[in-house]
């Protein structure tokens, strides 16, 4: 029986234990590199594992679009649990992910979640970029999967989630998690020698948002454009939002010239 703690209030997902391993079980096999999940999520993180993936409070601050201020208030008031390394204080990924997901739902996770990812990406090399991610815990899996069609189900999920997706793991099984999602800024992106197609993902909706509102947007006043631009995209004054734009305006080319399928 999987605990989520949502706004201070313990609430028990009701499904047969015997349900909730058989469906852990089926995405440890099918899609979970390390084939820990099930034992992660039953029983915790290892320290080791947990503490293996360590992000600076500046590059946190980054990777939530926070004050390096608040960051550290968090940190002392213990909002945000974070281990002294030398002579700087670090935070997991599983923490980071904790917090990027309370913000986001509004909710209070309990202080032994573990968090997991669908991902689109190649997990076997290290230094390979995650195009796409969406956080998720256990109990978000026990309530959107249908446990009568396993595994299909558990694909179907997946592909709502994240349309090229490859994996469900844990975000400490992840070497340099946020790094490797572009989270944190990229400050040389002249160095990149990648292709815009595989440094970014463009996800089908946002092209064809622009192409369904046209119109509508054509009107908008300067300041009503620029919402809607960090709405879609991110921060205006980030490199990576240009970028962003780029890539949905090439896709929107594509679409306009029937050169890939809607």
């Known amino acids: ?19 909730e391993d058989e469906l852990l079980y ?10 820990n999940l099930y034992d992660f999520v039953k029983n915790g993180i290892p320290q080791q594992i947990h503490d293996a993936d360590l992000y600076t409070l500046e590059e ?12 550290r208030q968090y940190v002392r008031n213990g909002k945000l649990k974070a281990i002294k390394q030398w002579k700087n204080w670090m ?11 309370e913000k986001l739902h509004g909710i209070k996770l309990d202080e032994e979640t573990v968090m997991l990812t669908v991902l689109a990406g ?14 998720i815990t256990a109990s978000d899996l026990v309530s959107s999967i249908d446990y009568e069609k396993l595994p299909s189900s558990i694909e179907g999920y997946m592909k709502i ?3 090229d997706a ?8 992840i070497n340099n998690f946020f790094k490797r999602t572009v989270d944190i800024k990229n400050k040389n992106l002249m160095n990149v020698e990648i292709s815009i197609a595989d440094y970014l993902t463009t996800p089908n909706d946002k092209s064809k948002f622009f192409i369904q509102n046209n119109n509508h947007l054509l009107y908008e006043t300067p300041k009503e454009a620029l919402q809607t631009i960090e709405k879609q995209f991110g921060p205006i004054d980030d490199e990576l939002t240009l970028l962003k734009m780029y890539g949905v305006l090439l896709d929107v080319s594509r679409l306009l010239k029937g050169e890939r399928k809607e």
């Open 26 to 35: 089926a995405v440890m096999e099918l899609h979970s590199r390390h084939f």
């Open 91 to 101: 935070v997991s990924s599983n923490e980071i992910a904790k917090l990027i997901y």
């Open 166 to 173: 490859q994996y469900i793991e844990a975000i400490s099984n």
């Open 60 to 71: 946190v601050a980054e990777i939530t679009k926070m004050s390096i201020v608040t960051i």
């Open 1 to 19: 029986m999987i605990i989520n703690n949502l706004g201070g209030v313990n609430l028990e997902i009701n499904v047969p234990s015997f349900k």
């Open 122 to 135: 190649e997990l076997y090399e290290d230094d390979a970029l995650i195009k796409e991610y969406k956080l």
């Open 161 to 163: 989630m994240v349309a």
